[in-house]
């Protein structure tokens, strides 16, 4: 069994800053990619930055240069520091991990609950 396990969220005034933190435990062989989306009411579910297990980071272009996502191999966890959030950023955020579960030959994505992130204007 494997679980997601996001922290973090909460409310935010506009030009503020937030970190979020997902913690991935079970019987885990290994963890390719880590990455948060998030959804916004009546919205689909968006990406919002991906890293690799060697540290390579991918960004959405509307949250480039803003919030930085970073990894702990050691402890399965990602986290996602968000700066200078605007309005348009409140959403659920989701935490995903591509994982190879312990005796699996295949990798498996497992998602977490997902944390509410509130902007105050």
């Known amino acids: 069994q494997v679980q997601l396990v996001e922290s973090g969220g909460g409310l935010v005034q506009a030009g503020g800053s937030l970190r979020l933190s997902c913690a991935a435990s079970?019987?885990?062989?290994?963890?390719?990619?880590m990455g948060w989306y998030r959804q916004a009411p009546g919205k689909q579910r968006e990406l919002v930055a991906t890293?690799?297990?060697?540290?390579?980071?991918n960004y959405a272009d509307s949250v480039n240069g803003r919030f930085t996502i970073s990894r702990d191999n050691a402890k399965n966890t990602v986290s996602l520091q968000i700066f200078s959030l605007k309005p348009a950023g409140a959403a659920v955020y989701y935490c995903?991990?591509?994982?190879?579960?312990?005796?699996?030959?295949?990798?498996?994505?497992?998602w977490g609950q997902g944390t509410k992130v509130t902007v105050s204007s």
């Open positions: 995903n991990a591509k994982l190879r579960r312990t005796g699996w030959m295949y990798e498996t994505t497992y």
């Open positions: 079970g019987s885990i062989a290994n963890i390719n990619t």
């Open positions: 890293i690799t297990s060697r540290g390579s980071a």
